[in-house]
């Protein structure tokens, strides 16, 4: 007869934290090998963590923990030991540093099988002979590939021998740039994101696809009514000094900028800024990383209800790295509750560790020649013929909320000067007769990034990642005014020149009428996290070599084996 044990009681706890990825750090080797070799082994895997440890940090620049094992999984047993100090530790992404031959399904994938099947995994390797740590690598790779699992391989470099090798500057690139992939992954899971209204406008393209959303991601979608926000906003569920403090950081560093024309309209911008602040503690006591608004045409444009004041301002603090208390993380939040753009900007957010969002209409395509015929029309002469938009073309990418306010300026700028670049309109009264103000900047030259917009499909249950890297550029003011005026020039402009794409297969293929770009997110990141989650990688452009060496990662063999990248992901949504 079983022994009778009494449960243990868990103490409360008043508010719960979202458990933040771990990263676990272990080497393999044979037990054969000689005590030197050990200890180098050892010292390498002390050595990667330490490359890894404060190189990768969440958006509010928190480091992911990183932990070690001195134990050297040589056999079924270390690997039991192994898996249990990483699951005690809360280990949930993995990273194996052989540098000598070992047995495969006696040591790493023995600890493998002990944690779930979505559990990133990571074997970075020296080139080396000696041993070799190599040759285990790849028998590995191939080991855990053939039974369809994902696995990132990293050959990289470091000296074939000595006690204490360092590995190379890329191959810790290689590194640090999956680790910003798995951490992306794997901290977003049991998350939520929190979307006021319903559909986006009815544009199916940003529905809030919750199932395939929660399957694919692990992201909860929590939907609330504007009808709670509206309430809130009436019954001033608001600290009125925060608001006060609000509107004077505002009068200080925009000013004459915020266009008011009576008291009314102070009072609607004040409503306008006191929806910051309600949205902000509601997504905060949710514990969410993101967020939508639902404006048109409930909120502020139906005449058939009381329309009450856009929500620009709001949106752009949320997408900001800072407010009126000073430096924060942005959190991604997305005009007219466009899940689909939140989604694509709170992945490339965590993927870049932090980097402001930009969300832009997919505007206004500017081929060359249609520049140079508005140039000629306006009367403005001795164009840059070497600059890229003379011969590329531009797009200008605008719309009237959710833009960061530091694309005003350069990464790097101080905050009185971003906002210097800002001002703040009055919103169009015919598409938003509930009033308000709009935010509205020209962002600079010289910004590079990726830029790119996620999509669904319903007949595979896939989601597409369509991507170009992209940069910003500056055309004569003269003319960027015109071109301004030509869409809407209350409205924040971003002139956005993609890489790869021409002009036209860019205007054919964008998969909604948004789109989304973060500067200094490396192309491998983005892979690598595509790989993780089984989005597809699109990029249709003509110009672009199928592997760039030195930006993108390597495939896993995984895909190779399987017919290739898409037809893998194809396969494994099957299953």
Request: aromatic share 10%; charged share 20%.
């Amino acid at each position: 007869m079983a022994k009778k044990t009494t449960a243990l009681r868990l103490a409360n706890i008043r508010k719960a934290k979202p458990k933040m990825p771990m990263i676990g750090v272990f080497a393999t080797s044979d037990p054969r090998i000689d005590k030197a070799s050990r200890q180098r082994c050892q010292n390498i895997t002390e050595m990667a963590a330490s490359v890894i440890s404060g190189a990768v940090v969440l958006p509010d620049k928190t480091p992911v923990e990183v932990v070690y094992s001195t134990v050297l999984v040589d056999g079924e047993t270390t690997a039991d030991i192994v898996a249990q100090q990483f699951r005690k530790a809360g280990v949930d992404i993995l990273v194996c540093m052989p540098d000598t031959w070992a047995f495969p399904q006696l040591t790493a994938i023995s600890v493998l099988q002990q944690f779930p099947s979505n559990t990133p995994l990571n074997i970075t390797c020296g080139n080396s002979g000696p041993k070799p740590g190599v040759v285990y690598a790849h028998a590995l790779s191939g080991a855990i590939s053939q039974y369809g699992r994902m696995v990132a391989l990293n050959v990289g470099t470091w000296p074939d021998t000595g006690m204490n090798p360092k590995m190379t500057e890329q191959t810790e690139k290689n590194l640090i740039d999956w680790c910003y992939a798995a951490v992306t992954a794997v901290a977003l899971r049991g998350r939520r994101v929190v979307i006021f209204g319903h559909d986006s406008m009815g544009m199916e393209t940003a529905l809030a696809h919750i199932i395939p959303t929660r399957n694919n991601f692990g992201l909860e979608i929590t939907r609330l009514d504007m009808k709670l926000l509206a309430d809130m906003l009436n019954k001033k569920a608001y600290s009125e000094k925060e608001l006060k403090n609000l509107r004077g950081w505002i009068n200080r560093y925009v000013g004459k900028r915020v266009q008011l024309r009576d008291e009314a309209d102070s009072e609607r911008f004040n409503q306008e800024l006191a929806m910051y602040l309600i949205v902000r503690d509601l997504m905060a006591d949710l514990n969410a990383v993101g967020g939508g608004f639902m404006s048109q045409l409930e909120w502020g444009s139906d005449l058939r209800g009381i329309p009450l004041p856009v929500a620009d301002v709001m949106e752009s603090f949320f997408n900001s790295s800072f407010d009126h208390n000073g430096p924060k993380a942005p959190l991604p939040y997305a005009t007219e509750a466009d899940v689909q753009g939140l989604l694509t900007m709170l992945f490339m957010t965590y993927l870049s560790g932090g980097n402001p969002p930009l969300f832009m209409d997919f505007r206004k395509v500017w081929e060359a020649w249609e520049i140079k015929e508005l140039s000629k029309k306006i009367g403005v002469k001795n164009l840059d013929t070497k600059a890229d938009w003379y011969n590329k073309g531009l797009v200008d990418g605008d719309n009237s909320g959710s833009a960061a306010f530091d694309w005003a300026a350069r990464p790097g700028t101080s905050v009185k000067q971003i906002m210097s670049r800002v001002s703040m309109p009055l919103a169009d009264e015919f598409y938003f007769p509930g009033g308000g103000n709009s935010v509205t900047f020209v962002t600079p030259s010289g910004i590079d990034g990726i830029a790119g917009r996620i999509a669904y499909s319903s007949t595979t249950g896939l989601f597409s990642m369509i991507w170009d890297e992209a940069h910003t550029t500056e055309v004569p003011k003269e003319l960027s005014q015109a071109m301004c005026d030509l869409t809407t020039p209350t409205w924040p402009h971003t002139f956005v020149v993609p890489k790869y794409a021409s002009m036209v297969e860019y205007k054919q293929y964008p998969p909604a009428n948004h789109f989304h770009m973060t500067w200094n997110l490396p192309v491998a990141r983005l892979q690598h996290w595509m790989d993780l989650t089984g989005v597809l990688s699109v990029t249709p452009w003509a110009a672009r070599p199928k592997f760039i060496e030195g930006v993108d990662r390597p495939q896993p063999l995984v895909h190779l084996i399987n017919g290739g990248e898409e037809t893998f992901k194809l396969l494994r949504a099957r299953r």
